[in-house]
């Protein structure tokens, strides 16, 4: 098989029969700066698109400074909500003329460092990451060469620029309203040293404090935000009560999935429908509007979330004095019940 070869300005300038130095300026657009014929730029233009012709981007790149690309990193592309996020920027970055590069830590703080290292070889102009580190010394050394974006999540105390939700206060809300009713409220989140968790939990709490229901601590259960962690934690909770209880707020859309396909396994839909049990989540799909389960769920802004960190990361690419550099985005409540 032969090895495919990529087409260069010397193999334009040769079919074209003019020089490699003109071939470059009439495919750089610089054809009327250097007084070139319209006929030898009509020729050349003719020879690049005949043959497929593409522009070496990274030699373009070395030579304006400047990549024109964006990284983006997620912990994982399934998610709805990340995979809404992502596909906004990518539109933003597209009319822009940019390129939006994106990559999956997983949520493992070891792979995350490994993809970002991989962005920052293909020189990207500036990070954008939902960070799974508990430190931010690494971003800090980081922005030395280019500019970091905290996305969705926050690390520690960190001072780096972000766009996050205010998920304290929407999750208080839902569960302030929700808890009137009921005697108890049991709560399954992910990893507590990321923010998101630290802030749900805390919305939670505050919901409970307001509608006058005293915390068992009993009822907060952890593991990670994928969907099997809410399959599990639901099957342990409904063995160790006997029943099932008679309110329960998932800390995400993934865990809300694990939760159904148990109680759906179990039979157990019909303390939905009968709203024997209440079930809420954080993280709204389309999907919910379609059951008849009537879940209320906090919906995050993915649009604003998207258009703020694209704003702000091209101010931080090409400035360095930008004010304010954080954002707390107000989230809504799908209410169905």
């Not at 319209?38 to 020729?43: A, F, I, N, V």
């Not at 800090?140 to 766009?163: A, C, E, F, W, Y």
């Not at 968790?197 to 601590?217: M, T, W």
């Not at 995400?252 to 179990?266: A, D, F, P, Q, W």
Request: glycine residues 4%; hydrophobic residues 40%; proline residues 3%.
């Amino acid at each position: 098989m032969d090895k495919r070869k990529r087409v260069t300005i010397a193999d334009i300038a040769k079919l074209a029969g003019v020089s490699k130095t003109t071939a470059s300026m009439v495919l750089n657009g610089r054809a009327s700066t250097f007084r070139i014929k319209d006929e030898t730029r009509e020729r050349v233009l003719a020879v690049a698109k005949e043959q497929n012709y593409s522009p070496n981007v990274h030699a373009k790149s070395l030579q304006a400074k400047r990549s024109d690309a964006i990284g983006l990193v997620i912990p994982d592309l399934t998610n709805f909500g990340f995979a809404s996020i992502s596909r906004e920027l990518e539109r933003l970055c597209r009319e822009a003329g940019l390129q939006l590069f994106i990559a999956c830590s997983e949520d493992n703080p070891d792979i995350e460092q490994q993809v970002v290292e991989g962005l920052v070889k293909r020189q990207v102009d500036g990070l954008i990451v939902a960070s799974s580190k508990t430190d931010d010394e690494y971003y800090q050394n980081l922005t030395k060469q280019i500019p970091v974006l905290q996305l969705d999540r926050h690390i520690g105390q960190s001072s780096l620029p972000m766009v996050i939700t205010d998920a304290a206060k929407v999750t208080a809300e839902l569960i302030c309203k929700t808890a009137e009713s009921v005697e108890e409220f049991y709560y399954f989140g992910g990893q507590l040293e990321l923010s998101p968790s630290r802030h749900r939990i805390a919305g939670f709490k505050l919901g409970l404090n307001r509608a006058g229901l005293d915390l068992d601590e009993s009822w907060i259960r952890h593991h990670d935000y994928q969907t099997e962690s809410g399959y599990m934690l639901m099957e342990q909770l409904h063995k160790e009560l006997g029943r099932l209880p008679q309110a329960l707020f998932t800390a995400s859309y993934t865990l809300l999935e694990g939760v159904l396909r148990y109680l759906n396994e179990h039979n157990l839909l019909n303390a939905l429908l009968n709203k024997e049990m209440r079930l809420v989540t954080f993280d709204n799909h389309d999907l919910l509007d379609c059951l008849p389960l009537n879940i209320d769920s906090i919906a995050q802004n993915s649009e604003e979330l998207a258009k703020r960190s694209f704003q702000l990361i091209q101010l931080l690419m090409y400035s360095q004095n930008v004010s304010p550099t954080a954002f707390a985005l107000d989230a809504k409540i799908r209410w169905r019940s």
